[in-house]
Each structure stands twice: as structure tokens, then as C-alpha cells.
């Protein structure tokens, strides 16, 4: 299906939204490199026209409902246990209870052969910063749209244990991938 003008709504049922971490520090092999997705999202996007060119998107997170999806490198797999215990300090350090969703406005999108990019401001605990999101064209209306974002921009201190000899990057990688051939339109 070509897109045609005009708004489209996606969220979970035409695609994943997805975030990676990965550790550091001098006990690093004890822990995970992260997989989470979130599972309540949704996200509006507007075409002018028929091209990206002039199109604007606006998207919502609930952060509460980020999980654990996989965990590589460790000393041992991920334990449900452990999978628990993530999504737990994940939405403290988050401030969940006080910032619940994570939102995303775009002030621009630039196509380009192949796929283009979407800037804009991400809003995400009490703090809002500026974010670029590179997006590849994978073929049949299917797009993946990826952006590293920097905790500490948002006021956010990177997870750590063992005296910090064991942490997670500040740079964390938000991933989105959509079929737009199941889209809503509105």
C-alpha cells in the first residue's frame, strides 16, 4: 500500500517499539546487554502529500510497561527473577509513578533515498531534549526508525552496581519498526 495524505495512527498492533541498553564498568561480563520493549505506545503521523517531505509525527510512551525482552552476555541467563528485578529498578530510576509516559514531537522530517530522518524533542522524566531518529525503508511499507538517547540529557543517572564497577551506558538506543500497510488512518 503507497501512502497516500493524510494521519495515520500506529502503535503495537503495526509495530514494536523497542529500546537497548549496555553495560560497562570493570564487572561488565556479569551482567546483560538489555532488550526492552514497551508494549503501550502509540504514535500519529501526518502527510501532507504524497512524500515524507512536510510530515510531522507525534508519539506517547507509558513507561510502566517496558520489559525485559532479552538479556545477552552474563555470567548466567536471565532468571524471571532477574527479569523482575529489572523492570523494577527500570521504572524507579524512570520516576515512573511521577512521569508515566515518554513523548516525542517532530519539528522535522527530511527524506532521503532509502529512508531519511525525523528530529525532534523527546520529553522523558522532567526534562525534554532534542533526538534524531535515522529511518531505514525496509521494503513493503516497513520502516525501522533508530535513536540514541543520553540519560543523563534527562536528568537521569545510568543504573549501577557493585560500586559502579558494573553500569549501564548513558547512551541507550530507542529502535521503532513499523508496518504502515496495517495503519490506522483518522
Do not use: C
Amino acid at each position: 500500500m503507497a501512502l497516500s495524505a493524510g494521519q495515520f495512527r500506529i502503535g503495537p498492533s503495526s509495530g514494536r517499539m523497542l529500546v537497548r541498553t549496555r553495560r560497562q564498568g570493570v564487572a561488565s561480563k556479569v551482567g546483560h546487554d538489555l532488550l526492552l520493549e514497551v508494549d503501550d505506545w502509540s504514535a500519529q503521523v501526518n502527510l501532507p502529500g504524497d512524500t515524507p517531505a512536510g510530515a510531522s509525527l507525534t508519539a506517547r510512551a507509558e513507561l510502566g510497561s517496558l520489559h525485559v525482552r532479552e538479556g545477552t552476555g552474563g555470567v548466567k541467563p536471565l532468571t524471571d527473577k532477574d527479569r523482575g528485578e529489572i523492570e523494577s529498578n527500570a521504572r524507579r530510576i524512570l520516576d515512573v509513578d511521577r512521569n508515566p509516559m515518554a513523548t516525542f514531537e517532530s519539528t522535522q522530517v527530511t527524506p532521503t533515498e532509502g529512508g531519511g530522518t525525523i528530529s525532534g524533542t523527546l520529553a522523558l522524566r522532567n526534562g525534554s531534549a532534542p533526538v534524531e531518529f535515522q529511518v531505514s525503508d525496509l521494503g513493503a511499507d516497513r520502516y525501522r526508525a533508530i535513536g540514541t538517547v543520553l540519560q543523563s540529557a534527562y536528568g537521569i543517572k545510568p543504573y549501577s552496581a557493585f560500586l559502579g564497577a558494573l553500569k549501564l551506558r548513558d547512551e541507550v538506543e530507542i529502535a521503532v519498526e513499523v508496518d504502515l500497510s496495517t495503519a490506522e488512518r483518522v
